[in-house]
């Protein structure tokens, strides 16, 4: 069982930053793959970036160049660091952790951009 909880989102104007934290406790965090996901209102669920238990990393085309995931497995989190953000980004971000049939979900954090 994984439990995961994100923060860092809120409130910024376009072309600014922000790094969004995901706290991992239970399982073996370091064997999971982990992936940060979006959703706006009224769209669907869209997968942003996925960051692999082997290091591989890939991303969105939306977000390529602007956006990061990385982790700290000593700190059982994994992050996304947010750059050059659009009003197109707002939504509320998931963090997702998965490994053969177990896949898990934090309850997300709302990021808003105004232009």
């Known amino acids: 069982q994984v439990q995961l909880v994100e923060s860092g989102g809120g409130l910024v104007q376009a072309g600014g930053s922000l790094r969004l934290s995901c706290a991992a406790s239970?399982?073996?965090?370091?064997?999971?793959?982990m992936a940060w996901y979006r959703q706006a209102p009224g769209k669907q669920r869209e997968l942003v970036a996925i960051l692999a238990s082997s290091g591989s990393t890939n991303y969105a085309d939306s977000v390529k160049g602007r956006f990061t995931i990385s982790r700290d497995n000593a700190k059982n989190t994994v992050y996304l660091e947010m750059n050059s953000l659009k009003p197109e980004d707002t939504a509320v971000y998931l963090c997702?952790?998965?490994?053969?049939?177990?896949?898990?979900w934090g309850q997300g954090t709302q990021v808003t951009v105004s232009s």
């Open positions: 997702n952790a998965y490994r053969g049939f177990n896949n898990y």
């Open positions: 239970g399982s073996i965090f370091s064997f999971y793959n």
